[in-house]
């Protein structure tokens, strides 16, 4: 059943036919112009009322087809009622998103009673991202030796940092003291940070080329420009610097800091809205509540990778240690036919590159399904490559 998805043109996404969610969106729906001024940052799948989709045939929102014929999800997430538990998007970013952290169930459940206009639901919401191009990020705290290198050799990161919890830090590096120095470097002034930016340009100005590459130079007056004189430039020295390779996977569980800044990507994610903000953003910022809930589990790039394993040849199914959401990644190839596994549960599937076809519908890219319970699906390839994603519960 083919859907009419909904698109956020948030800031940071990419602009005009750049961005892959507007070349989507363009697919999908015959009456989405393209705007080449416009950021489109994400592609919405799913019944959240932030972006609902709906059912093109019966131009019914999903939600509502969803109430008036339960069977159609499975009885496994019939206790979701009209919802889906998860939320399937295609993000598309030209600048950094912010230094976030998203709530567990009971923390959301806490925030959205006592601030329901900042946090809207009452769901945890842990994500996972597969790369469809190079893809960078801030995920995770770094390893504790790495991060007292850093305060070892950047004055102006030290000078953010208590200076008693940076001594200590950098003589005997412990969790404890991270969580003392990384909430003393979050919460200093706006005028010690532009202070601090200013010195370590003026600094760099006169390095050479491997002390600045060492020091994440470039990316960090890449963030300058994006935001300039934000504390959450320094963060990049607290926190790993990933670039994913298309196919590979980072989980977001709670609590876990992240910034995505810049790339393609598909993203699954339980059924909430809630993101806690401290840097790199023009939004609302909540620092006492990010301290309150983030996870200080230093580790290392390889680490954070979440891999897939392979259903067959063709499909590979990333399953995150939750039960609201897996997602499987199907590559096929020219004149190849390949049914969907039957599913005893409903899903969501993106065409992101590539065609087929089908008995009821032409299949090309932003192409979106529902695929009801236990319902048969086939495709008959007719390009070079299909890439797919589909979304399912975690049962």
Known sequence: MELRCSVMKYDWGELGRKSLVARLAEKNDPLFEIDES?????????????????????????????????SCVGNSISSF???????LKVLSIRKALSIQVHPNKEDAQTLHLKYPKMYTDNNHKPELAVAL????????????????DFLKSIPELCSLVNPEHRYSFIKQPSIKL?????????????????????????????????????????????????????????????????????GEAIFLDAGLPHAYLHGNCVEVMAR???????????????????????????????????????FDKFMSVYKPPISDFALARICLSRNQSYTLPVLKTASLLIVINGTAENEYFDVEPGVALFIPTEYIITFNVTSDTLEMYQAHPNL
């Open 38 to 70: 416009t950021p489109y940052a994400e592609f919405w799948m799913g019944t959240h009322p932030n972006g609902p989709s709906v059912l093109k045939v019966r131009n019914k929102p999903l939600n509502e087809y969803i109430q008036d014929n339960p």
């Open 272 to 310: 909430s809205d809630n993101v806690v903000r401290a840097g790199l953003t023009p939004k609302v910022r909540d620092v006492a509540t990010l301290l309150n809930i983030i996870k200080y589990r230093p580790t290392s790039i390889e680490n954070l990778k979440f891999y897939a394993t392979y």
């Open 133 to 148: 191009n190079d893809f960078e990020a801030l995920c995770g705290f770094r390893p504790l030796e790495e991060i007292a």
């Open 178 to 246: 991270l969580e003392l120095c990384f909430s003393s470097y979050i919460t200093a002034s706006p005028v010690e940070c532009k202070r601090s930016v200013a010195q370590i340009i003026e600094r760099w100005s006169q390095s050479d080329f491997k002390l600045k590459e060492v020091q994440l130079e470039k990316l960090f007056l890449r963030l300058n420009k994006q935001f300039p004189e934000d504390i959450g430039l320094f963060s990049i020295y607290f926190l790993n610097y990933i670039t994913l390779k298309p």
């Open 81 to 87: 009622g009209a919802d889906l538990p998860f939320l």
